[in-house]
């Protein structure tokens, strides 16, 4: 079953487009440099409107994270339990998603991982963490 | 001029009943005004949440209020609810009303298929709140829920009863995490001289602290930091210190959230 697919809107539709193309594409503020996620009109450092996107490695480690028995949607029931969490890009971002690729218990702070895609429609790709 | 609370009003909470929101909100404001010893012609402003079925704008229709000259909305309800007091007090001491109400009525939830537990056990781990301590909170609410003739779930819980109960996201289990209520409250702020009631509550200071509500920015920053601001800054505008706090209600619909509440205003959390 499908998961919920996002919305994309005018100001997330590059990290979307980006995920189609298997690349994770995120805003640099091109006044003070910060990088930022999810994507916005301002920085959150300097309130500058002025940005790029920039591709990140995909590289990151695992921040915090859970084991998620449910009762969840539908479309994840058929995968509990299973871990997802909040990691920290090497760009210094946060992202959420599953963490994949060890036993959920084993999962510690600071735990390398790197992004892969899930093909889940055919214009839509959704960003996961799999253990490095 | 100060502000004081003088009424306080609820309807019965269930987990299932046909009732529309707003009467559940038409119930619990004439208790509220009972308890005032006030009439709906005594009211010239109010405060709900957002997220109400009954607007400011149906009350002269609906529960006979004529002139409604401050009304305004908060964000997020219940949660927020201390900001129902603190824009009701700020209506009444500024002058833009005389007697102020607040309420709101929920109708069931989203149980199932929500992200919070999910988002409660993540800042949970990050923040160093263990099981045991999820348990201790759980536990806590449950035996004051046992006294509580009002409440829902009254029978008692056990350690081992606890642990019995299915994991949702780890460490919070079912049983650590609020189910959805049928129900409504509101409360009247009014100037002291307005009071009928010879208990009036005086409101000695309130604050807001504004946290994100996506967990990437939740670790992007330090919301907990700007609580923990808030609530110095509060008990400063109170003349008062964390260790003078016999009660404290943290609201939280999930219990791993309670420990932090209580970190971040110093006060001791239910052992």
């Not at chain 2, 997220?51 to 401050?70: I, K, S, T, V």
């Not at chain 2, 219940?78 to 109400?101: C, D, E, K, Y």
Request: one cysteine or more.
């Amino acid at each position: 079953m499908q998961p919920p697919l996002p919305a994309p809107n005018p100001d997330t539709q590059e990290f979307w487009d980006g995920c189609r193309r298997h690349e994770l594409r995120i805003q640099r503020c091109a006044d003070c440099g910060t990088a930022r996620f999810t994507p916005r009109p301002a920085c959150p450092r300097c309130a500058s409107l002025r940005f790029a996107w920039i591709t990140c490695s995909g590289r990151a480690r695992v921040h915090t994270w859970t084991v998620i028995h449910g009762p969840t949607l539908p479309a994840f029931a058929d995968r509990t339990p299973y871990a997802a969490g909040v990691v920290r890009l090497d760009e210094g971002v946060f992202m959420v998603g599953q963490i994949r690729g060890c036993d959920p218990h084993a999962i510690h702070e600071g735990m390398r991982v790197a992004v892969e895609f899930d093909d889940v429609a055919p214009d839509v790709s959704l960003p996961h963490w799999r253990v490095a | 001029m100060s502000a004081v609370v003088v009424g306080v009003g609820r309807t019965r909470f269930a987990r299932r009943a046909a009732v529309t929101e707003t009467a559940l909100a038409a119930r619990a404001i004439a208790a509220a005004l009972r308890d005032a010893r006030l009439g709906p012609a005594d009211v010239d402003g109010v405060v709900r949440f957002d997220r109400d079925a009954l607007w400011e704008y149906d009350l002269p229709g609906a529960l006979a209020m004529p002139a409604l000259h401050f009304y305004n909305a908060v964000p997020f309800g219940p949660g927020s609810a201390p900001a129902l007091l603190r824009m009701a007090a700020m209506a009444v001491t500024q002058n833009l009303a005389t007697t102020v109400l607040c309420y709101h009525a929920r109708h069931g939830g989203h149980r199932g298929t929500s992200a919070r537990p999910i988002e409660a056990a993540l800042v949970a781990r990050r923040f160093g709140v263990t099981e045991r301590d999820v348990a201790n909170v759980t536990l806590a609410h449950r035996r004051a829920a046992a006294r509580n003739s009002k409440a829902l779930a009254r029978r008692p819980l056990t350690i081992a009863a606890r642990r019995r109960s299915p994991y949702v996201a780890e460490p919070l289990r079912r049983v650590d995490v609020a189910e959805p209520a049928i129900g409504a409250c509101a409360f009247v702020v009014t100037r002291p001289d307005r009071a009928r009631r010879p208990d009036p509550v005086r409101i000695v200071a309130s604050m807001q602290a504004v946290v994100p509500t996506a967990a990437s920015d939740w670790f992007a920053r330090e919301p907990l930091d700007d609580v923990a601001r808030a609530a110095r800054a509060m008990f400063r505008a109170a003349r008062l210190r964390p260790d003078d706090v016999d009660v404290a209600c943290l609201n939280a619909d999930a219990s791993a959230l309670v420990p932090l509440a209580g970190r971040a205003y110093r006060v001791t959390a239910p052992a």
